[in-house]
């Protein structure tokens, strides 16, 4: 059964960057959409960005500036970095499989990210 | 506009029929897919393309659209449907993924 494994750092400080990591465990890296998204607490989902084995990144337009995906050496991993955090980046971040552009059939099982000074 | 647009809050009677909607002009071109989210989890699919459901997922679970509204539909809600339901599609151009608000179930 193909799981997806997440880890990072869950306490930052205003101006620094988040970075986080997700592994694929059990299942193959190419031909499928891989993505962040978060959830602020109490709130919905939003999508950061996503990257494919054979696509450039491709990013929420209001994260694009902050946000770097990126995919591992070992083509098994991908990772998440956000620039210059602020309390609204208080999240849950998920890292998610897209099954094709147009549904997500694989969750990681989330990271609870808070940003105070 | 690149939105997806759902009801804050729906509540059914136990065993009977619901309907959420999520609306966006994207969604006249795209398909939906739906993820139901219960408290403290991940999201889970539930229901994508034109009306598939993954496997595990109960049948009494169903989609439809028409224009530029999409509908997931539960037919006999159970207690452990209670949950946020979320739909999902890409925006016009078909680039960046979106996500409708949520709708809070309540099974009553």
């Known amino acids: 059964q193909v799981k997806l494994q997440q880890w990072g750092a869950g306490l930052l400080k205003p101006s620094e960057t988040l970075s986080l990591t997700c592994a694929v465990d059990g299942g193959s890296f190419s031909g499928y959409y891989w993505s962040w998204i978060r959830q602020p607490p109490g709130k919905g989902l939003e999508w950061i960005g996503e990257?494919?084995?054979?696509?450039?990144?491709n990013y929420n337009p209001f994260l694009a500036n902050r946000a770097t995906i990126s995919v591992g050496a070992s083509k098994s991993q991908f990772s998440l970095w956000l620039s210059s955090v602020t309390a609204a980046d208080t999240a849950v971040y998920y890292c998610?499989?897209?099954?094709?552009?147009?549904?997500?059939?694989?969750w990681g099982q989330g990271t609870l990210v808070a940003v105070s000074s | 506009s690149a939105e997806l647009t759902q009801d804050p809050a729906v509540s059914v009677a136990l065993g009977q029929t619901v309907r959420i909607t999520c609306q966006g002009d994207?969604?006249?071109?795209?398909?939906t897919s739906w993820y139901q989210q219960r408290p403290g989890q991940a999201p889970i699919l539930v229901l994508y393309?034109?009306?598939n459901r993954p496997s595990g997922i109960p049948d009494r679970f169903s989609g439809s659209s028409s224009g530029n509204t999409a509908s997931l539909t539960i037919t006999g809600a159970q207690a452990e449907d209670e949950a946020d339901y979320y739909c999902?599609?890409?925006?016009?151009?078909?680039?960046?993924?979106?996500f409708g608000g949520g709708t809070k179930l309540t099974v009553l």
């Open positions: 994207s969604l006249r071109s795209y398909y």
């Open positions: 998610a499989r897209g099954g094709s552009r147009w549904y997500i059939d694989l």
């Open positions: 990257i494919s084995h054979n696509e450039d990144p």
């Open positions: 999902n599609s890409r925006d016009s151009r078909g680039n960046h993924v979106l």
């Open positions: 393309g034109k009306n």
